[in-house]
Nanobody
Framework: QVRLVESGGGSVQAGGSLRLPCVAF????????IGWFRQAPGKGREGVALIDGDGVDWYADSVKGRFTISKDNAKNTLYLEMNSLKFEDTAMYYC????????????????WGQGTQVTVSA
């Protein structure tokens, strides 16, 4: 069983920055593929940034160059550094984890956090 707990969301003006941490309560966290998804009102859930157990990462085109995913295995914590935020980044952000990269990438991860809201004002 894995429990994922996100935090760090809030309201920020366009152009601002936020950092979202996600703590994974599981001892084998370092071997999982883990990442961030988001869902805006009235839209489907989309992948934002993912990272596998070897540190290989993937980003959605809409956030490349602005968002950075990283993880601290010693702290079982995943981070999403968000810079140059835009109004269209407004969404609920979810942390997700799975032992299979492709399952995670498809949005069908076994484990999900409860989400943290990010609101960007224009």
């Amino acid at each position: 069983q894995v429990r994922l707990v996100e935090s760090g969301g809030g309201s920020v003006q366009a152009g601002g920055s936020l950092r979202l941490p996600c703590v994974a309560f599981r001892s084998t966290y370092s071997h999982d593929s883990i990442g961030w998804f988001r869902q805006a009102p009235g839209k489907g859930r989309e992948g934002v940034a993912l990272i596998d157990g070897d540190g290989v990462d993937w980003y959605a085109d809409s956030v490349k160059g602005r968002f950075t995913i990283s993880k601290d295995n010693a702290k079982n914590t995943l981070y999403l550094e968000m810079n140059s935020l835009k109004f269209e980044d407004t969404a609920m952000y979810y942390c997700a984890a799975d032992s299979n990269w492709y399952t995670l990438r498809a949005g069908n991860a076994r484990y999900w956090g409860q989400g943290t809201q990010v609101t960007v004002s224009a």
